[in-house]
């Protein structure tokens, strides 16, 4: 909470976002908080799935097919991305292969720390380098458009 009003007070864009994120996985690294509970998670992921279920119309449903080309090609650039991240963390050990799998995934942190968790991987680091990610896509990122705009 304390990073969310922050990062608002600070007004750069996405700082409540950014800073409460920011904050959070630092506290997670400061303190031994060990997992959820499976029943919270399996509610965690009921509750995720029906937010998207809910939102999906017809119109949504129709519209998909001009999209298919396009949906294609992203998911075979993020799946080559994804593969070739995890094998240069492997390589290096860094991390193991489905640690940094899940890792490079494009969905966002909660979804991937709930989902990875059934799958025994290191959970701290993958929801350290999704957060950096969000971090960067929300805040940095926003920030050096508006640098590069200006020296233009």
């Given at each position: 909470?304390?990073?969310g009003?922050?990062?608002?007070?600070l007004g750069f864009p996405a700082g409540t976002l950014s800073l409460s994120l920011l904050f959070?996985?630092?506290?997670?690294?400061?303190?031994?908080?060990?997992a959820f509970p499976i029943q919270i998670r399996?509610?965690?992921?009921?509750?995720?799935?029906s937010m998207v279920g809910s939102s999906f119309t017809r119109e949504v449903a129709t519209s998909l097919v001009s999209f298919f080309i396009p949906a294609m090609l992203l998911i075979i650039i993020y799946l080559l991305i994804s593969y070739?991240?995890?094998?240069?963390?492997?390589?290096?050990?860094?991390?193991?292969?489905t640690s940094a799998l899940f890792a490079s995934c494009p969905a966002g942190a909660t979804d991937i720390a709930l989902i990875s968790a059934d799958?025994?991987?290191?959970?701290n680091s993958v929801a350290m380098i999704q957060i950096a990610r969000l971090i960067h896509a929300v805040g940095i990122m926003p920030l050096l458009?508006?640098?590069?705009?200006?020296?233009?």
């Open positions: 909470m304390l990073g009003l922050l990062g608002y007070l959070s996985g630092l506290f997670k690294l400061r303190t031994n908080i060990t399996q509610f965690a992921q009921i509750l995720a799935g070739f991240y995890a094998q240069i963390n492997k390589h290096k050990n860094w991390l193991d292969f799958y025994g991987v290191n959970m458009y508006q640098f590069v705009s200006f020296l233009l």
